[in-house]
């Protein structure tokens, strides 16, 4: 069978070239205006990035190199071994986005193994250094932490310091990229096991990745590590533009090596209008629930809106709700919701989450600022690892960063193997906006 690293070989150099042609025939061919309301507003629709590994349509969603969420489901080998039976493996979709082709069951089985050797790179000083850290600093600070002190094992920033020549840099890059997925497992469960248990973290490496990883967090249950799976797989990659994805490919520019991109990466995730916002979600429902509860009234459509425009008065976002680039229900969180009805159709939180579901969009339309009054991805997350009794919702990001890492790297691998130049967009005054306004 040829490897992951044979049919990458094999794309490197056509792929350099059909990108070279591109630039040298088409170059100059203009594919967008910018506006000073996008200038002001967070570039908002402005195109500047090239991202090969997925793309992210408004009306319809994620595509992980051309295929949807459902179309994944459908055709990437899975742990029974067969496509459409259970959730795909997370080492499918690393493969689908690093190759862009679909692997076979015996293709993702090598890769899980190396995944697993790999896993014996992380650093001796990373485990006592997160056992050192206080147990409440968030978990999300912490994995930032950790990936960052295991960057002493970088073999990119080895070889750019022995003078490696540039058209080598993506073979360290790769090195860098299977170690890092191959170790943040270890980093985010000692985290949990530290934070809210005994430290202790059991593998099982006759597992697949992800089974492998909800071990190490200390679930034993199939149904978990299917979620898990669902989970890993559909955080991975959101196209360029989004700030943890966007980080690490800003910071990856500067030839900071895969650990450093992407710790940063974490950091941008850890914000509440990004990746926190899963936690926030849970902690909304909580202060909903509490809040009924003393006041001896039901959760239910009445009382769910009620609270909503209480969050809106006070000025303050429905986590959860809302998105930058899409205008319809994000089809991650539709795919949790399915899972939700297989699982776990009368758990009390999965149905609170459904009437939310039934009332948000109306409430957010009517409130009239928000471009998406449907769910995102975060909306969903926590219910469903709530109902398997994991329920540290502080720590929730944390998964979202394991999986992040994925669509991050395995551009950052292209970025590097096509040479992509340092990101250096160009920024203005005010003064300078507003003399350009009066002369335009
Ligand atoms: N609740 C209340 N107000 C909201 C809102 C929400 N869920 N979503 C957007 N708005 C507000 C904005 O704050 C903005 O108000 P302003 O004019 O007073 O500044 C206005 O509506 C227009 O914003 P909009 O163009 O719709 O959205 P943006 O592209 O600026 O922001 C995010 C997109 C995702 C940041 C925004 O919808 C939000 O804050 N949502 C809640 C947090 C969240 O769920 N984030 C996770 C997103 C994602 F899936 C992920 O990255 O994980």
Redesign the pocket.
């Known amino acids: 069978i040829t490897t992951l690293q044979e049919t990458l070989a094999a794309q490197v150099p056509g792929k350099q070239a059909k990108l070279a042609a591109l630039k040298k025939e088409h170059g100059s061919k203009v594919i967008g205006k910018v506006t000073i309301d996008q200038l002001i507003g ?1 570039a ?1 629709g402005v195109k500047c990035m090239l991202w090969e590994t997925s793309n992210l349509d408004a009306e319809e969603g994620i595509r992980f190199r051309g295929l949807t969420i459902p179309e994944c489901q459908q055709v990437l080998p899975t742990y029974s071994g067969k496509a459409g039976d259970g959730e795909p493996l997370l080492e499918s979709l690393i493969w689908l986005l690093l190759t862009s082709e679909v692997p076979t069951k015996e293709q993702v089985d090598t890769l899980t193994a190396e995944l697993h050797e790999r896993s014996s790179k992380l650093p001796s000083h990373v485990v006592p250094l997160l056992n050192s850290l206080p147990k409440d600093m968030h978990p999300m600070t912490q994995f930032s932490i950790g990936l960052n002190a295991a960057q002493t094992a970088s073999s990119f920033a080895k070889a750019y310091a022995d003078g490696v020549p540039k058209n080598e840099y993506h073979l360290y890059a790769l090195e860098d990229i299977l170690n890092v997925f191959a170790v943040i497992p270890e980093i985010a469960a000692t985290i949990y096991r530290n934070v809210y248990f005994d430290g202790v973290v059991t593998k099982d490496q006759s597992l697949d990745y992800s089974g492998n990883f909800c071990r190490m967090l200390g679930y034993n249950n199939p149904s978990f590590d299917e979620l898990m799976r669902l989970y890993l797989c559909i955080h991975t990659d959101h196209e360029g533009g ?1 700030a943890s994805a966007h980080t690490t490919h800003l910071v990856g520019s500067t030839l900071s090596d895969p650990y450093l991109s992407y710790a940063a990466g974490l950091n941008a995730l850890a914000g ?4 926190l ?1 899963n936690q ?1 979600v849970l902690k909304w429902i909580q202060a909903l629930q509490e809040k009924f509860e003393k006041e001896g009234k039901e959760v239910n459509a009445d009382t769910i809106t009620e609270f909503a425009w209480e969050t ?1 008065n006070a000025k303050k ?8 680039v899409l205008r319809k229900t ?1 089809p991650r969180y539709t795919c949790q919701r399915e899972f939700g009805l297989k699982h776990m159709p009368d758990d009390p939180l999965f149905k609170i989450v459904e009437t939310i579901y039934q009332v948000m969009p109306g409430i ?1 339309t009517e ?1 009239g ?4 009054p449907y769910p ?4 969903h997350s926590g219910v469903l690892l709530w109902h398997y009794g994991f329920t540290q919702y502080q720590y929730y990001t944390v998964l979202f960063g394991v999986s992040r890492a994925v669509g991050g790297l395995c551009q950052l691998y292209w970025d590097r193997a096509l040479g992509l130049p340092l990101e250096r967009p160009k920024s203005h005054t005010p003064e300078w906006l507003e003399s350009f306004a009066k002369n335009n």
């Open positions: 967070g908002r989004n509440p209008l990004h990746g916002a926030e809106l976002v429905i986590p959860g709700y809302g998105h930058a994000d957010l409130h600022k928000v471009a998406n995102n991805v975060d909306s």
